[in-house]
């Protein structure tokens, strides 16, 4: 299972943003799916998750009303729309899959319930 995230770069503060996410090596969609980020220094920290039978999105509470998960069917994957970007949105973000099960909602906010990860992808936002 390969995991790749894609869509990141440098944007001004105000501005957006969709990351991108697709798995290959995969016979079945992952039951669950999300989005971390590392800024320089700290530790990584939840971003937003989705629960692929109801399409049920996670977000960090700091993020929400900014970010905003959706589904990618063709690539089983998903996007993360990132919106009024600050620079403290600068991070590399990481994809990540649940392999299998049905986690409570309080999981999908934790790294150690992700199997597979992906290999980040740079967000620099300027002031």
């Known amino acids: 299972v390969q995991l790749q995230a894609s869509g990141g770069g440098l944007v001004q503060a105000g501005g957006s943003l969709r990351l991108s996410c697709s798995a290959s090596?995969?016979?079945?969609?992952?039951?669950?799916m999300g989005w971390f980020r590392q800024a320089p220094g700290k530790e990584r920290e939840f971003v937003a998750a989705?629960?692929?039978?109801?399409?049920?999105?996670y977000y960090a509470d700091s993020l929400k009303g900014r970010f905003t998960i959706s589904r990618d069917d063709a690539n089983n994957g998903v996007y993360l729309q990132m919106n009024s970007l600050r620079p403290e949105d600068t991070a590399i973000y990481y994809c990540?899959?649940?392999?299998?099960?049905?986690?409570?909602?309080?999981?999908?906010?934790?790294?150690?319930?992700?199997?597979?990860w992906g290999q980040g992808t740079l967000v620099t936002v300027s002031s």
């Open positions: 990540a899959a649940i392999a299998v099960g049905n986690p409570i909602s309080s999981m999908y906010f934790r790294p150690s319930t992700y199997t597979d």
């Open positions: 090596g995969l016979t079945f969609s992952r039951p669950g």
């Open positions: 989705m629960r692929k039978s109801t399409s049920s999105p």
